[in-house]
């Protein structure tokens, strides 16, 4: 064993989640309440993860397209449901992109996550890191090993969810997984920021397309540096507030021994996390040059964090492949549906959009949860078992909360049959998920 018995030892624990932001809130959430004992470790000092830290818009909900479908229910709801309480919530509905979005003030959502986990019981850690694992040479793990401002602690439990959407834990105990960047190029990284006092009618005066088109323009003109030509600003909640998503940098480079590092290294991080608000400035500038509505606005804040789309995907029992997601594909263990197209944010200028046949959805299989050897971990969010294409779809934070709850409640059931996650009564799991008002099954015809 690395570290010596001296660690301070937390309780134990039937269930351990690692990250709290879609996914593992809604795995935590799901654990609790179908009665295991759960702790959440989060490194952040909120919970949300992304949703929090980065954005403030949920897609996945609904199927794009003409025949829009509401695709999620359960924990999905119980959020929005909790935004309405604050009246910080609103739709735009939209038939293309990525579908209706769910757009929300991201401060009023950490509460919302919180209130949800406490009254579930649920023990939650904030400011903590894991950094590594103990477990048995046949990768069964056993504890956890947390980093916080007193030092070095030690969590033991029966049974784990990775959610740190970096798959760390499958890292430490390594497991096998895809280091996007390797295979394929990785999407970039955005940081996002939020404009205040802007005149919102004025600033729909014009169309998606008018905006592109003054982007590109002042990108060839020199004065701006503007690396992607189509981001997008969108109304929010909040009066006269727009948020952004709309600067591009590279999630990938090569170490001096060539070997791909990419947003899991804190050194190519803190080089974005830098440039990234540098190049935000040129879209500001941009912004309140050339575009109606902005001429009186200002930065209101830059996202907590740079947004990271993907680092490593694990190698699960099944891995979800593009051909898979175009063909609306179905799985006898699917335990959520996906209608989100394949979105694409590589290094060029624009975005790459594949959709899925109108109004159809692909299932999501409990196999892309359960890393090759484990025994007693689950994944869940963006770090599951799929390639870089339908990973591009599979992502949205409508089915990141899906898989959340449906890996809560498998590792629950694990934990009180004491078997292995290969054991699972997935079809057990799949009916208590319909108990629970999540959305496992949705018939292939348009409901028009
Ligand atoms: C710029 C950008 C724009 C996007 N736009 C949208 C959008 O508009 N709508 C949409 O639905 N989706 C969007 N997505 C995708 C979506 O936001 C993510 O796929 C989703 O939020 C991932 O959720 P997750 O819970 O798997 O991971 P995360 O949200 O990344 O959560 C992981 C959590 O684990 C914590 N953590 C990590 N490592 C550790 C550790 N070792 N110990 C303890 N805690 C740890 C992190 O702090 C974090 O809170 C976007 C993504 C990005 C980056």
């Known amino acids: 064993m690395k570290y010596s018995v001296n660690l301070k030892k937390r309780k134990k624990y039937d269930v351990v989640v690692v990250g709290g932001g879609t996914a593992g809130a809604s795995a935590a959430l799901s654990s609790a309440r179908n009665g295991s004992k759960t702790f959440l470790v989060e490194r952040l000092p909120f919970v949300g993860g992304t949703s929090t830290a980065v954005l403030d818009t949920f897609y996945g909900y609904y199927t794009p397209g003409k025949h829009s479908k509401k695709i999620v229910g359960g924990i999905p709801d119980e959020v929005v449901a909790g935004l309405k309480k604050w009246n910080s919530w609103l739709e735009r509905p939209n038939t293309h992109g990525a579908g209706t979005a769910v757009t929300y003030n991201p401060e ?82 955005t940081t996002t920021f939020k404009m205040v006092n802007v005149n919102i009618d004025k600033r729909y005066s014009i169309k998606k397309e008018e905006m592109f088109r003054l982007m590109e323009q002042a990108a060839e003109s020199g004065q701006y540096k503007l690396p992607r030509r189509d981001g997008s600003d969108h109304i929010t909640p909040v009066g006269n507030m727009t948020a952004t998503i709309m600067t591009r940098l590279d999630s990938f480079d090569k170490d001096e021994a060539g070997n791909i590092i990419n947003a899991t290294d804190a050194g190519l991080l803190s080089t974005a996390e830098i440039e990234g608000r540098k190049q935000s400035m040129e879209y500001i500038k941009f912004l309140i040059d050339k575009v109606p509505g902005y001429e009186h606005a200002s930065l209101s804040s830059f996202g907590y964090q740079i947004g990271i789309r993907e680092t490593r995907r694990i190698y699960g029992l099944y891995r979800l492949t593009k051909e898979d997601v175009l063909s609306a594909k179905k799985f006898d263990d699917q335990i959520g549906v996906c209608g989100a197209p394949i979105e694409d944010h590589h290094g060029g200028q624009g975005t790459h959009w594949v959709y899925l046949p109108d109004g159809e959805v692909c299932g999501i299989p409990y196999r892309t949860l359960v890393p090759v050897d484990s025994t007693n971990l689950l994944v869940a969010g963006r770090c599951f078992s799929a390639t870089h294409d339908a990973h591009a779809s599979v992502r949205s934070m409508g089915q990141t909360m899906a898989m959340g709850q449906a890996a809560g409640l498998a590792i629950s059931m694990a934990a009180k049959e004491k078997c292995s996650v290969k054991k699972v009564n997935v079809q057990g799991l799949r009916q208590a998920l319909k108990d629970a008002g999540a959305v496992v099954d949705i018939e292939d015809e348009n409901n028009g």
């Not at 798959?167 to 280091?179: Q, R, T």
């Open 108 to 189: 009023y959502l950490k509460v919302v996550w919180e209130e949800l986990l406490t009254e579930a019981g649920v023990d939650i850690l904030l400011n903590a890191q894991v950094v590594d694992v103990i477990a048995t040479d046949d990768k069964h793990i056993t504890g956890l090993v947390l980093a916080m401002k007193n030092g070095l602690e030690f969590v033991e439990a029966d049974y784990f969810v990775d959610a740190s959407g970096d798959a760390d834990i499958c890292h430490f105990v390594g497991f096998g997984y895809e280091l996007a960047g390797v295979d394929e190029p990785a999407q970039t990284l």
